[in-house]
């Protein structure tokens, strides 16, 4: 079955560690996206990409990095320097133009 | 930018009442409008999606939604609730631009039903 693949599933880290987020799609989706989502706030896009080895800031993308080498994958790290990292974040792909997006399961991320 | 409107971050409805919930839209060009569904510890279903080809627009689990251009509006319904639907419902509208295809996402509204 096709599908958005996000590991793992629950995330523990310690303050002023970097940690990378995996996302894995075989839907054959051009775009990517990754989303934070806390309590209320509905989701807010981090970062977005169109193609491989591009890809576009979001709403909130201070503290965070992604990369786009393949086409199926589109990982993001959570920096030191993202000041409130634990929340919910959401991986979505999409094959285009007013397509709608399709999501993963999600990673939940907690910084102590 | 684009931009969804929510009303009503709660609601409460009885087992077999009518579900409603309430989206709005801005948009200066006629929207592509999302409706999306997402279980506790979840990623986001999609329920439906309108797309210009007619108004009133069915998904899955029972749910429809109406495009009014006239009130920017993009409700959703269900003639009647089931226990399954409790859970938080996200209207979204899609936007092209020089950069790729972004989505904007309401807030968010979290369906309680009563047995």
């Known amino acids: 079955d096709g599908g958005i693949t996000q590991s793992p599933k629950y995330l523990f880290r310690k303050e002023g560690q970097n940690v990378t987020l995996s996302c894995e799609q075989n839907l054959n989706h051009d775009a990517m996206y990754w989303y934070r989502q806390d309590p209320g706030q509905g989701l807010r896009l981090i970062y977005y990409?169109?193609?491989?080895?591009?890809?576009q800031k979001g709403d909130i993308a201070e503290g965070y990095s992604v990369s786009r080498e393949k086409k199926e994958s589109f990982p993001l790290t959570v920096t030191s320097a993202q000041k409130n990292p634990t929340a919910f974040y959401l991986c979505?792909?999409?094959?285009?133009?007013?397509?709608?997006?399709?999501f993963g399961n999600g990673t939940r991320l907690t910084v102590t | 930018a684009q931009s969804v409107t929510q009303l009503g971050s709660h609601v409460s409805v009885s087992e077999g009442a009518l579900v409603l919930l309430r989206c709005n839209y801005s948009?200066?060009?006629?929207?592509?409008l999302f409706w999306y569904v997402q279980y506790p510890n979840q990623g986001l279903q999609l329920l439906l999606k309108?797309?210009?080809?007619?108004?009133l627009v069915k998904g899955i689990n029972g749910f429809e939604a109406e495009f009014k251009k006239s009130e920017t509006s993009f409700h959703l319904t269900k003639p009647s609730a089931h226990m399954s639907d409790a859970a938080e419902y996200f209207c979204a509208v899609s936007d092209q631009s020089n950069t790729g295809n972004q989505f904007y996402f309401g807030t968010g509204t979290s369906l309680t039903v009563i047995p």
């Open positions: 990409s169109q193609i491989v080895n591009d890809f």
């Open positions: 948009s200066s060009v006629p929207p592509y």
């Open positions: 979505a792909s999409s094959l285009g133009f007013n397509s709608p997006l399709h």
């Open positions: 309108y797309t210009s080809a007619a108004t």
